[in-house]
């Protein structure tokens, strides 16, 4: 089993992230499924909704450790946006989360190692699956981060053939909806809050040149151009997911916008902390 799957992190509670999102995600729980039985909601219904936000807060944690693995804050930061955009827009979907965690490891490897080839199968399969309920857009950034894996430093040839199919999948999906969603401009808020998150967050990316953080099996560095890449990335998905699925896309995708604000005011205040001193 773990020939098979190598990408699951350990959650060790020792390391203060880690204690806080625990804590975080089980008060965050409590605190709305206490709000939605308060609203009207039956038990089993605030039950369900709270559990949902659990999911949401922690795997918003989650992302947050993969695409900024130098800023440990980043990560709670984005927990705590995460809140924010489920009490003002809802839940953002569960499917997207798990598949940006799920994908972006395979690409920085935080865990030291190549995905085994059961994790390439869910990957792959998650992938066309996101594709199909949402847009072209999740294949063809996984089979990007596929290909890209093949390539790069220790590659994993495996993944030239996924990306190709994956690659296959988005095209086919592209070709009958090749059409540009411009209702953003009726949005101001949410165009101003991608733009400028946008911005930024390319302060992170050219941060990440140099990276300490290490792979959790191995103890080695994590390559920078990988954890670059990975950024870029989730940059591009967080971007082109609403052009193709509305507004209605922009809070599906709502995680990631956490977690790159998140990221992005946290480097913006260390880079202006090291400029200062």
């Not at 804050?73 to 997207?96: E, K, M, R, S």
């Not at 490897?109 to 190549?114: A, M, N, Y």
Request: charged letters at 10%; a positive charge.
């Amino acid at each position: 089993m773990k020939k098979l799957f190598t990408l699951g992190r350990p959650l060790d509670i020792k390391y203060p992230s880690n204690a806080f999102i625990i804590f975080f995600a089980a008060a965050s729980f409590i605190g709305f499924s206490l709000g939605s039985v308060f609203s009207g909601g039956s038990a089993l219904d605030s039950l369900a909704f709270g559990f949902r936000v659990f999911l949401s807060v922690f795997l918003a944690w989650a992302i947050g450790r993969e695409l900024d693995p130098d800023q440990s804050l980043t990560a709670a930061l984005a927990a705590v946006g995460q809140v924010i955009v489920i009490w003002f827009i809802d839940v953002p979907t569960l499917l997207l989360s798990f598949w940006a965690l799920f994908t972006f490891r395979v690409l920085n490897r935080t865990t030291g190692l190549k995905a085994g080839y059961g994790d390439t199968v869910l990957a792959t399969a998650i992938s066309a699956w996101a594709g199909y309920q949402f847009t072209w857009v999740i294949p063809a950034a996984a089979a990007a981060v596929f290909i890209a894996d093949s390539f790069l430093k220790e590659p994993n040839r495996i993944h030239l053939v996924t990306g190709t199919l994956l690659a296959g999948e988005a095209a086919y999906m592209l070709v009958p909806d090749p059409g540009i969603w411009y209702g953003f401009v009726n949005y101001p808020v949410k165009l101003g809050l991608v733009i400028g998150i946008s911005v930024a967050f390319l302060l992170v990316i050219y941060r990440s040149r140099r990276v300490v953080s290490v792979g959790d099996e191995t103890g080695e560095p994590l390559a920078a151009r990988r954890v670059q890449l990975t950024q870029l990335f989730g940059l591009m998905v967080a971007i082109l997911f609403p052009l193709w699925s509305g507004v209605q896309g922009f809070h599906q995708s709502a995680t990631l916008w956490s977690v790159l604000g998140a990221s992005s005011l946290v480097n913006i205040v260390s880079a202006l902390t090291l400029t200062l001193g």
